[in-house]
């Protein structure tokens, strides 16, 4: 028996097969999960990153750090019976701080030209 034209049909199976059993992956990571249990603090984390890239207020080298800095801050702080009934206050202040400071810009939007950094 001449298996030779059933060389491509199996080829195309196994291709077939290939790429469909692979999992995608999606082209940004998730949102970060709740840290701190304070909805404020937690909304702020999450923007966090893009927020602070788009006002260019760090160095984007050192943003990371400045995220875990904080991050672990405010987590710290969540544990603590007497910092956490003011974290709520705290997290709405920084929030607002960031907002005025990219001037109505949106936090996925890039840097301006020329912006300064620390």
């Known amino acids: 028996m001449n298996i030779r034209p059933l060389l491509?049909?199996?080829?195309?199976?196994?291709?077939?097969?290939?790429?469909?059993?692979?999992?995608?992956?999606?082209?940004?990571?998730?949102?970060?999960?709740?840290?701190?249990?304070?909805?404020?603090?937690d909304a702020y984390l999450a923007s966090y990153l893009g927020c602070h890239r788009a006002a260019a207020i760090y160095p984007v080298d050192q943003l990371q750090a400045h995220y875990q800095a904080m991050r672990d801050s405010l987590l710290q702080a969540?544990?603590?019976?007497?910092?956490?009934?003011?974290?709520?206050?705290?997290?709405?202040?920084?929030?607002?701080?960031i907002g005025q400071r990219l001037q109505g810009r949106s936090c996925d939007a890039p840097a301006p030209a020329g912006a300064a950094t620390r």
Do not use: E, K, N, W
């Open 8 to 41: 491509p049909l199996c080829a195309g199976l196994l291709l077939a097969a290939c790429a469909t059993t692979r999992p995608t992956r999606p082209a940004t990571p998730p949102a970060p999960a709740a840290v701190t249990g304070v909805a404020s603090c």
């Open 78 to 97: 969540s544990q603590d019976p007497r910092t956490r009934p003011y974290l709520d206050a705290r997290c709405r202040l920084l929030a607002s701080q």
